[in-house]
């Protein structure tokens, strides 16, 4: 479980090499998914169109959940692709993880904590840019008579992303010394492996969908606070 | 070192900006084109879809209606002919029985106007006759006066011949 990471300095920023790789990797399934899907629209779906259709049909009812469609369907296309996004990252480390030279190439890039607060941060962002553009700078700032709204900020943030990485995190991590280390201590602890290994695995695909359902449903939550009126 | 990489991860060490500004840069850059090219077409084929049944159910409660006005419609046809044809039969009725009246009456009329010129002809006849008889009388008068004049007879004989007189004129009528 010591692994490396293949650190690459760039103009002045640290890139870690397996996460780029990574991100790239889960952007192209997604967009490929995504793309494939909608490839033969018809007014009687079939095939992956259902499937689409019943992403778009499900981030409508988080957001619906939240908000008022009117205000809220702005904010579909970022829940859907919020949603695959995150369900593909964590499902990319699943089935294996790729080292090479004692460096963690494959894994999921939801496992690293810089990326998922960078997405937690860059939902905040956006729910403090929709604040201002729908409630105006006075309406925006009216939220902050309360302090507690400040400290709130950090905590939706640091907890947005920190619990999607502990989740992922923590089952590689026990994928990881299932398949890596128990495995590997003899015929027995071969074959001890296999079943818990099978069940953490089928529980990780549940805990990923989870995550990203939940991500995508505080993203909203988030947004409905700062964008509606009653608030 | 186990415990410090389960707690921070596999980037331990230092900060790596790079991976922040990348995951932002592609996020953005997938969420473009999937709009561009999946989520754009997806939802125009829904909206679509929504309007496409909107329209129809707006069709179908415009047909229904436009059924229900006409059954009415109907209804009210057949409402209509039905008092008509009654009307026309109780027409009929009517004027079948004027018309027979009509006739009686005329036949009535005509019986009475043949009878009556039958009775009148039948009167103008006796007249005729009566004033033929009559004349003959007459001349049968002048005649036996002057053969009673020419020769005198007997009064048998004038019996006679009276009789043999009304007996030609009889047979002579």
Same mark, same amino acid.
């Given at each position: 479980m010591n692994h490396g990471a293949p650190l690459h300095n760039f103009m002045g920023l640290t890139f870690n090499l397996s996460n780029v790789l990574m991100i790239t990797v889960a952007s192209l399934v997604v967009f490929l998914l995504a793309f494939l899907g909608t490839r @033969? !629209? /018809? *007014? @009687?779906p079939t095939g992956m169109q259902n499937f689409m259709e019943w992403i778009m049909d499900f981030v409508k009812g988080i957001i619906n959940s939240n908000m008022d469609w009117r205000t809220g369907g702005q904010f579909q296309l970022l829940g859907m692709t919020l949603l695959m996004y995150i369900f593909v990252s964590n499902m990319l480390g699943l089935p294996f993880a790729i080292s090479y030279d004692g460096v963690l190439w494959? @894994?999921?890039?939801? /496992?690293?904590p810089v990326i998922t607060l960078t997405l937690a941060v860059m939902v905040l962002g956006l729910t403090h840019y929709y604040a201002i553009k729908m409630k105006g700078v006075k309406g925006y700032f009216k939220a902050?008579?309360?302090? *507690?709204t400040f400290v709130e900020e950090f905590t939706n943030s640091l907890t947005l992303g920190l619990r999607l990485y502990g989740n992922i995190y923590a089952g590689e991590v026990l994928l990881g010394l299932l398949a890596g280390s128990l495995a590997f201590s003899g015929a027995a602890g071969f074959i001890g492996a296999i079943v818990p290994t099978l069940v953490w695995q089928g529980y990780s695909i549940f805990v990923g969908s989870i995550q990203a359902f939940i991500f995508v449903t505080l993203t909203m939550v988030y947004l409905s606070h700062k964008v509606s009126d009653d608030h | 070192m186990l415990t410090s990489s389960l707690v !921070?991860?596999?980037?331990?060490?230092?900060?790596?900006g790079g991976d922040m500004l990348y995951q932002l840069v592609v996020f953005i850059i997938l969420l473009a084109l999937l709009k561009k090219f999946a989520w754009g077409p997806l939802m125009g084929i829904m909206t679509q879809r929504e309007e496409h049944v909107a329209n129809e159910i707006k069709a179908a409660e415009a047909s229904r209606q436009e059924a229900l006005n006409y059954l009415e419609e109907q209804r009210e046809i057949v409402k209509q002919s039905r008092t008509e044809a009654g009307q026309l039969i109780e027409n009929a009725k009517l004027q079948g029985e004027a018309q027979r009246l009509d006739i009686v009456n005329q036949a009535r009329i005509e019986a009475d106007r043949v009878k009556e010129s039958a009775k009148r002809e039948i009167v103008q006849e006796k007249e005729k006759a009566i004033t033929a008889l009559r004349e003959q009388v007459a001349s049968l008068s002048v005649l036996i006066a002057t053969k009673v004049i020419e020769k005198e007879l007997s009064e048998a004989d004038q019996e006679q011949l009276i009789n043999d007189y009304i007996q030609e004129a009889g047979e002579g009528k």
């Open positions: @033969k !629209l /018809a *007014m @009687k494959w @894994k999921s890039p939801t /496992a690293d902050y008579k309360n302090p *507690m | !921070l991860g596999s980037t331990s060490q230092g900060f790596n």
